[in-house]
């Protein structure tokens, strides 16, 4: 299984721990090698990471982390990253055409999560997205997490601002090529190039699935709070495993 993560992005709320987001070591270990030891752990046995801002930077530590692990990792430029993150996505279509997981280089998640995504595969024209039913969970932000309407295991509706809702977006999916096209053809309809537009076009056309995370943990590393807590969160499992 491969992997694609989007790590692009400013950041420029989590500036102050570090200029470029997807470095900021938390606990010791950078984001976005904690993101890619969470996919490994699930089976992926190869990366796509999408970078832009501060991509040189990005780029060298990636290719230590790929020596280091001895795994391949594909780096590719977005020159665009300051569009929305579905341009992100579309710039690894030359290079995905099977299923792959599809991740953000800011969401920290239990490895079991997308292990369970790879052990139930939608259909060819279909993609996967793990859901938190949990509406009480304390590490979301209200202000700016994706806010997801899903009914029968489908999606109906997806949003930052939706009102009616019933489950969180873990930013965690299982995709095949199908998505690009959605978001190509989301962006030429109505000029939204976000990754959530190309899956609203898939939810209207009933190729969106939901599989919920039924409590496992995610965190989207977001500004200084959501760091803080993805912290303790992890001191107290150290603290367990060390009793």
């Given at each position: 299984?491969?992997?694609?993560?989007?790590?692009?992005g400013?950041?420029?709320?989590?500036?102050?721990?570090?200029?470029?987001?997807?470095?900021?070591p938390?606990?010791?270990?950078?984001?976005?090698?904690?993101?890619?030891?969470?996919?490994?752990?699930?089976?992926?046995?190869?990366?796509y990471?999408v970078?832009?801002?501060?991509?040189?930077?990005?780029?060298?530590?990636?290719e230590?982390?790929?020596?280091?692990?001895?795994?391949?990792?594909?780096?590719i430029?977005?020159?665009?990253w300051e569009?929305?993150n579905?341009?992100?996505?579309?710039?690894?279509?030359?290079y995905l055409?099977?299923?792959f997981?599809?991740l953000?280089?800011?969401?920290?998640?239990?490895?079991?999560?997308?292990?369970?995504?790879?052990?139930?595969?939608?259909?060819?024209q279909?993609?996967?997205?793990?859901?938190?039913?949990?509406l009480?969970?304390?590490f979301i932000?209200?202000?700016?997490?994706t806010?997801?309407?899903?009914?029968?295991?489908?999606?109906?509706?997806?949003?930052?601002?939706?009102?009616?809702?019933?489950?969180?977006?873990?930013?965690?999916?299982?995709?095949?090529?199908?998505?690009?096209?959605?978001i190509?053809?989301?962006?030429?309809?109505s000029?939204?190039?976000?990754?959530?537009?190309?899956?609203r076009?898939?939810?209207?056309?009933?190729?969106?699935?939901?599989?919920?995370?039924n409590?496992?943990?995610?965190?989207?590393?977001?500004d200084p709070?959501?760091?803080?807590?993805?912290?303790?969160?992890?001191?107290?499992?150290?603290?367990?495993?060390?009793?």
């Open positions: 299984m491969k992997c694609l993560i989007i790590a692009a400013k950041g420029s709320r989590l500036k102050s721990l570090a200029e470029a987001k997807p470095l900021a938390l606990k010791n270990i950078p984001l976005i090698d904690r993101v890619i030891d969470s996919a490994l752990q699930a089976g992926v046995d190869g990366f990471v970078i832009g801002y501060q991509g040189s930077r990005i780029r060298s530590h990636l230590e982390v790929s020596r280091a692990k001895k795994i391949p990792i594909t780096i430029e977005n020159e665009e569009r929305a579905g341009i992100s996505v579309l710039k690894a279509k030359p055409d099977e299923s997981l599809l953000m280089g800011d969401h920290i998640f239990d490895a079991e999560i997308a292990r369970q995504l790879i052990c139930h595969p939608p259909g060819d279909e993609i996967l997205l793990a859901v938190d039913e949990n009480e969970n304390s932000d209200m202000d700016d997490v806010r997801v309407f899903a009914e029968k295991d489908k999606i109906q509706k997806i949003g930052k601002g939706i009102d009616s809702y019933n489950c969180f977006d873990t930013g965690i999916f299982l995709c095949n090529p199908v998505l690009f096209s959605a190509e053809r989301s962006s030429k309809a000029g939204d190039d976000s990754l959530s537009g190309g899956v076009l898939l939810a209207q056309e009933g190729s969106a699935k939901v599989m919920p995370i409590g496992l943990f995610w965190c989207d590393i977001d709070n959501n760091f803080k807590q993805a912290e303790t969160y992890l001191s107290g499992l150290t603290k367990n495993c060390a009793e």
